[in-house]
């Protein structure tokens, strides 16, 4: 994960991501630099197949941009839990209301969300997230197929 972190600092990031494998935290690194440095909105779409891991790369590139903008703890209370963590911990409980038992696939995302995470403009500190979702399988509430079950969180 570290070497992936040198973009953000680089002076040649472009040049430095052709040198490293191709990752779900190169495209999320330069995201966060462009954002800091241009001061601009930036938009991360991960599509693909059924099957494909869209779901594992979204969870990896929100772990990863969550991580760069991490903010250190004020208080220093042991139980405080970091914001970081807090927008980390919301995933379980949309998957639950969101993934559902296919034919192809026990947990298999039936919805889309869109993620926003909000950064300070000074120092790309994390703020806070909001969630949208979208495309969710409303027909599925009312009659699964066959072989396939209802959303998660009705069981």
Do not use: C
Not at 108 to 128: C, N
Request: hydrophobic letters at 35%; aromatic letters at 10%.
């Amino acid at each position: 994960m570290d070497m992936y972190k040198t973009i953000i600092k680089s002076k040649t990031p472009y040049d430095d991501k052709k040198s490293m494998p191709p990752h779900i935290w190169t495209i999320t690194s330069l995201a966060y630099r462009q954002m800091i440095e241009l001061k601009t909105k930036q938009a991360i779409v991960i599509s693909g197949e059924s099957g494909s891991g869209k779901t594992e790369n979204a969870k990896r590139a929100m772990k990863f941009l969550t991580s760069l903008g991490a903010v250190q703890p004020k208080s220093g209370k042991v139980d405080d839990v970091p914001i970081e963590q807090k927008i980390l911990d919301t995933n379980p409980v949309l998957e639950a209301f969101g993934n559902a038992k296919t034919v192809r696939n026990n947990n298999s995302s039936r919805f889309g969300k869109y993620v926003l995470l909000y950064y300070t403009q000074a120092k790309g500190e994390i703020l806070g997230a909001r969630v949208k979702n979208y495309l969710l399988e409303k027909s599925r509430i009312v009659g699964p197929a066959a072989g396939e079950r209802n959303y998660h969180a009705f069981y």
